[in-house]
């Protein structure tokens, strides 16, 4: 009897998944809750809970939690159960990893993920935007962990990936002469791809950012800026502002910078995390100090009081463009522990490439000095 109720609790649920809306998605974990502790072996409600504690709720503590419950209760023969559970944990760690800066958890990420990437490799018929998913969000803890080359390769095998995803894609279109619904469903899945692809691209940038790569970032990052612009997607073309300006800034180009971040501040109706936020504020500020501009020394020390107060997941780079901004030597040894925080869980020859990098570099000397 319990079982049928936790059932059709859990239906009820299933039924606001595609509902936008917070408060459709807080109804959702109620009943889930509701649901499993009716009947504790319901996986289904389980996955879905965590679902939306990732992508949603941003609870990632219990997300990871229940993933790990989920795995107890599965057999070998439960193959996609197992590997949501797998997948799951791997962007779980990841968004934690960059919600908390934590460098274990972009590693236990790594773990996770490559795990399912295995197993889709094995598994021929499995969906190829699955594949790609797992290995942008590898890209990205990789990036998180310090291991920027490790990064590149595997986003280069991903846009691989999409590449053939497209041209199966058009060949299915072209084939077709149901036109209308299936026209359609090419042209949603077709869509998610090229988002995809951007996005590969996007972390790409990032990647060659950080390796000192700063012509081909540009250069990568112009083309993801023009993608977002094209399609009014704000959320993201301010994201891809902060670290193009930024780019720029380490460049040397100054007034490139500041043109890049003056479009970034047109779109003040659109916030991002304070993590984007600020690394446009420290590069517009050091730019224009860098081209003989006067800043206010009001919003400056404002903004560092803000910083202090929120930058919760702020990364080597943030603190040492504080320690540019303001010499202020407590910004320079916060930035030189995250970057001991890295090669500490790097093997030795990744500590070499990554400790060889601009920003690692220039912390180093200046700690040393």
Known sequence: ??????????????????????????????????????????????????????????????????????????????????????????????????????????????????????????????????????????????????????????????????????????????????????????????????????????????CHDHVGNFEKAIDILTRVKTYYEKNNNVFWLKNTLAVLGSTYYKRDMYYESVQQLNIFYKHKGIETEFHTESLAKLCYMLSMVKTGEDIDKRDRDNFMKKCEKDLINGTYEHYFFLFELTSKITFLQTAHNKVQKIINHLSHDKKTIFSKCPIPLKIIRAFNE
């Open 1 to 206: 009897m319990k079982k049928n109720k936790a059932l059709l609790i859990y239906q009820d649920a299933l039924k606001l998944k595609d509902k936008p809306g917070l408060q459709n998605k807080t109804q959702m974990e109620v009943l889930l809750k509701k649901s499993i502790s009716l009947d504790k072996n319901l996986k289904e409600a389980k996955l879905l809970l965590a679902h939306i504690y990732i992508y949603f709720l941003r609870k990632f503590s219990e997300s990871i939690e229940i993933y790990n419950e989920v795995l107890d209760q599965v057999d070998e023969n439960d193959n996609m159960n197992y590997i949501s559970c797998q997948n799951g944990l791997g962007l779980a760690h990841s968004f934690r990893g960059f919600s908390k800066d934590s460098i274990k958890d972009y590693h236990s990420s790594i773990s996770y993920l490559n795990k399912t990437h295995d197993y889709l490799i094995s598994h021929q018929k499995t969906s190829k935007p699955y594949l790609t998913q797992c290995l942008n969000w590898l890209g990205v803890s990789y990036l998180g962990a310090g291991d920027y080359n490790s990064a590149i390769k595997t986003l280069d095998v991903a846009l691989s990936v999409e590449d053939k995803n497209g041209q199966n894609q058009g060949n299915k279109s072209n084939k077709t002469n149901n036109v209308n619904k299936e026209d359609e469903k090419n042209g949603a899945l077709s869509k998610l791809l090229e988002e995809n692809n951007v996005f590969t691209n996007y972390v790409i940038g990032n």
